[in-house]
């Protein structure tokens, strides 16, 4: 396989990134970058936006347009700037926080106004940058540096919220299947309308090292083994369910 | 469409500030509604599309302030309007829109408060919170009308300030202005005079950043950053447009004032002459950068400066920090709702005159 030329969207000069060691985020820049490249995008007519957290520092690694707004309103700023200009090419890059805490009525909006963008949602379960709380996304029972005797809320899948909001085109998956990322990354961005692929993603900083699941390589392996196709997902009671991540695409 | 066919127009202060928007080619609206300032975004959602623009309601007012200044980004000139509580909301972005330098304009419409107060009565007590409500140092402008006229005058204004500055703009009416319906002479297309604005690379965040856009935590950078977005807007004043003087040019008494309540002092003013009395009123038509010159200049000539404003003595505080001595200075404060009256101005002139 011939390996596209996605160097060019990369800010080489600003490399070494800002993520620990074993963070899932590289993994999804470089898919997203890999796609851009295949599509062969120019830089004038793509733009990044990102909102705040670990994975929202993406713009600083790309050559090309980017936006970085507040917390959780990265979909409130795109949509102005999509009806100002609606031809640019726009992925959003933002976190489990900032897309299911703080922003979840933008992202709500955005998919009931079928905003033309492409969100890649960088769910690695916890608040990174400061320090690995708990979020809407983290499963029940995770230890977290706010919830040290296990998460007693529920967590919640984004993916059947944007799928109820309306979203054209709904998928999960994980940075584990890196074949399988690309692919949705690209039906993401090739899709008009809205559309949202949640990634899941390592923190073994945080998530790993509370949880116990281990270093870099056990937790990349832990959502091998954690996640499970949506139509063998389907099968499993409701008990069984909770203990997995389903992936797959649910709207397309 | 009325707004252009004749030159006087019979309008609200909430309708001048539309098309003064249109008139500067603000082509972006987003907003969400809210009593006192529904009116702009209604007619804005019925003329914007009309004059080839755009209104989108958003799901509040955070997701505004974010729409504009991505609409604005994106090319188009932009602004909102709000109300006290709107503009809480708005404060964050507002703070980013300061720091990414986009050009925005924000009309707030004041009432009384604070939290939902009273949403249909008037108040000016939104002064310090458009100045400091976001976090962080930093400079931005804010204009007061006074009236239909100054409505129309000063958010023309804002937008090209707004693109000259590359900053935010808020045009601070409130209630009374906002619905009371005046003569408004409209510009005609050969007097417009608008800043336009190169198009560049997008390359925005709101983190501390260098030249290029990307961030940094050099303490050079930081440093050199927040001067400069201080110094571009205080350093020039005279762009902004001046505050406006009426009366003797040496008073006994000088009063300050903007918005509703310079309405009041003019006539005040006008009632003072006619009882003999040396009386000016300054009315501020900028309030931030705060024009400290004008009244350090003149308040140190009278021997009375009285403030008045519906709030509990916000630009009064300012007012004695240009330098002019605590004794010197009184208030006119009222924050039961109603507006100030020009009698109580002038039986506040009277008190003053008899005890000097």
């Not at chain 1, 979909?75 to 031809?87: E, H, N, Q, S």
């Not at chain 1, 379960?125 to 499963?139: A, K, R, V």
């Not at chain 2, 972005?93 to 004041?110: D, H, R, S, T, Y």
Request: proline fraction near 5%; charge should be neutral.
């Amino acid at each position: 396989m011939v390996i596209p030329d996605y160097k060019k969207y990369l800010a080489v000069e600003r490399l070494p990134h800002i993520w620990c060691a074993g963070c899932g985020n590289g993994i999804i820049l470089k898919a997203l970058l890999l796609v851009l490249a295949e599509l062969n995008f120019r830089p004038g007519e793509i733009l990044l936006a990102t909102g705040i957290g670990c994975i929202s520092r993406a713009g600083d690694y790309v050559s090309f347009q980017r936006f970085q707004g507040t917390h959780g309103r990265t979909l409130a700023f795109v949509t102005g700037l999509k009806i100002a200009r609606p031809a640019l090419k726009v992925f959003c890059l933002i976190g489990d926080g900032d897309c299911a805490a703080i922003g979840m009525g933008h992202l709500i909006h955005a998919a009931r106004r079928n905003l033309d963008v492409a969100v890649l949602v960088a769910n690695n379960l916890n608040y990174g940058m400061t320090g690995g709380q708990f979020s809407p996304l983290t499963p029940n029972k995770s230890l977290t540096s706010t919830s040290r005797a296990g998460k007693i809320e529920a967590s919640l899948d984004i993916c059947r919220l944007a799928e109820v909001a309306g979203a054209n085109y709904v998928a999960r998956t994980s940075v584990f299947y890196h074949g399988e990322l690309r692919k949705y990354i690209r039906e993401a961005i090739s899709k008009t309308g809205f559309s949202l692929v949640e990634i899941l993603t390592p923190c073994p900083t945080y998530y790993g090292r509370y949880n116990k699941i281990g270093g870099p390589d056990e937790m990349l392996t832990w959502f091998r083994d954690k996640t499970v196709p949506l139509k063998k997902y389907l099968q499993m009671d409701k008990q069984e369910q909770k203990d997995f991540f389903w992936r797959g695409k649910l709207v397309e | 469409m009325a707004g252009e066919k004749n030159k006087v127009q019979f309008l609200s202060g909430n309708e001048a500030c539309v098309w003064a928007g249109i008139h500067a080619k603000a082509r972006f609206f987003a907003g969400y509604p809210i009593s006192p300032a529904t009116e702009i975004a209604e007619m804005c959602a019925h003329e914007l599309p009309r004059h080839g623009g755009f209104y989108i309601q958003m799901e509040d007012e955070i997701g505004s302030i974010a729409a504009v200044i991505g609409a604005s980004l994106g090319g188009l000139r932009a602004f909102t309007a709000t109300s006290g509580p709107g503009l809480a909301l708005m404060q964050e972005n507002i703070g980013f829109a300061a720091m990414a330098e986009v050009p925005c304009v924000i009309i707030e419409v004041q009432r009384f408060g604070p939290s939902t107060g009273i949403a249909t009565k008037p108040a000016q007590s939104d002064v310090m919170t458009t100045r400091w409500g976001t976090p962080g140092d930093h400079s931005l402008i804010v204009l007061a009308p006074s009236g239909g006229q100054a409505c129309y005058d000063l958010t023309f204004a804002a937008f090209n300030l707004a693109e000259f500055f590359r900053t935010p703009v808020i045009v601070l009416t409130d209630a009374v202005i906002a619905h009371l319906r005046e003569k408004v002479t409209v510009k005609s297309e050969e007097e417009l005079f608008l800043v336009n604005r190169d198009k560049r690379l997008l390359r925005v965040t709101g983190l501390v950043h260098d030249s290029f856009g990307y961030s940094s935590d050099v303490p050079e950078v930081a440093g050199e950053l927040i001067t400069r977005l201080a110094q571009k807007i205080e350093g020039h004043q005279a762009l902004l447009p001046g505050p406006r003087f009426y009366g003797p040019e040496s008073p006994e008494v000088l009063i300050i004032s903007f918005g509703i309540s310079a309405r009041a002092a003019r006539q005040a003013v006008f009632l003072a002459e006619q009882e003999g009395l040396a009386v000016s009123l300054l009315e501020l038509q900028t309030l931030w950068p705060f024009p400290e010159e004008e009244i350090r200049k003149m308040g140190a000539e009278v021997k009375t400066v009285l403030v008045a404003e519906l709030n509990r003595g916000q630009v009064q505080r300012e007012v004695r920090a240009c330098g002019i001595s605590p004794e010197k200075v009184r208030g006119i404060n009222k924050i039961d709702t109603t507006v100030i009256t020009p009698r109580e101005i002038l039986n506040e002139i009277l008190t003053v005159i008899i005890n000097n």
